[in-house]
């Protein structure tokens, strides 16, 4: 069997490595969609990842023969270690050939890399924050997922498993099939909120979703997620950044915002998700 060797992404080569080994692995396969190379060439900029500013970030690749046969991402999230008071190095972006000595020898490095930074615990994939993919398909392999969704092989799971790996949370994907009419309950429920409570719906221009609007739903995002595994808190940098890459692309009518009309702020946005 040949040797496996695991090298740092430090070159234009390796990086193209990185990128690409995903060819191979996902070859014919009709769920799977590539990430765009701008974005994963992001992940590892300061200037487009503010996330960078409190984060350690090291990209692997693993080869075999010569040939790229698997990546992985080490991170260590200060911020987060200090919320959870952990000591956790943090794998993403994990993909490799049906070859057990290829993830054993991915994680290997990590755990190695993670270790020079005081890191005791090995645990993923989770990226810098939860807008990064994360998580490891463990059933329904033959479905679609949605655009933010990871798909891996089947085997992925089984060689986590016989790496010592245990599954310590689900996170579930849910379909919800919208009715055509709002049901009586809820439609009382809103009526409630809105004659009692004060709250109303509005739908707001990019330029004023671009402002303080937005950073009040992203710091309702981080009040409602705080309690949410492995949850690391956005900075004032990091919302800037969301909001200006995602709000000039998205149509303004699907980005409701709920405000409390008694204090004019908001209570429920779309970075908040259901949680309001």
């Not at 997620?225 to 808190?233: K, P």
């Not at 980005?255 to 429920?268: R, Y």
Request: proline share 5%; aromatic share 10%.
């Amino acid at each position: 069997m040949a040797e496996i060797q695991v090298r740092k992404v430090n070159s234009r080569q390796t990086l193209k490595d990185f990128i690409h080994v995903v060819d191979g692995i996902y070859q014919g396969c009709r769920q799977y969609v590539p990430d765009f190379e701008s974005d994963i060439k992001g992940l590892f900029d300061p200037k487009l990842n503010p996330g960078l500013a409190f984060s350690e970030i090291q990209p692997f690749v693993a080869y075999q023969d010569g040939k790229a046969v698997g990546r992985i991402v080490g991170i260590v999230n200060h911020k987060a270690n200090k919320t959870w008071q952990t000591k956790n190095v943090r794998f993403s972006m994990i993909e490799f050939i049906d070859d057990q000595a290829v993830s054993r020898a991915l994680i290997e490095a990590v755990e190695t890399w993670g270790k020079g930074y005081g890191m005791e615990h090995i645990h993923g994939p989770l990226g810098v924050t939860d807008f990064d993919k994360e998580g490891m398909l463990v059933e329904d392999f033959d479905m679609n997922g949605s655009m933010t969704a990871i798909y891996n092989p089947p085997y992925y799971p089984q060689h986590m498993e016989a790496l010592g790996f245990e599954k310590e949370v689900d996170w579930l994907q849910i379909r919800i099939n919208i009715p055509e009419a709002v049901p009586a309950k809820y439609a009382r429920v809103a009526q409630y909120n809105r004659e009692a409570i004060g709250l109303r719906v509005e739908k707001f221009s990019k330029k004023e979703i671009m402002g303080e609007l937005g950073h009040q739903a992203f710091q309702l995002f981080n009040q409602a997620y705080e309690h949410i595994f492995g949850f690391s808190e956005l900075s004032s940098e990091q919302i800037d950044h969301f909001l200006k890459k995602y709000v000039p692309v998205v149509d303004t009518k699907m980005i409701p915002i709920i405000l409390n009309d008694k204090k004019a702020k908001v209570v429920c946005g779309p970075s908040a998700g259901v949680t309001c």
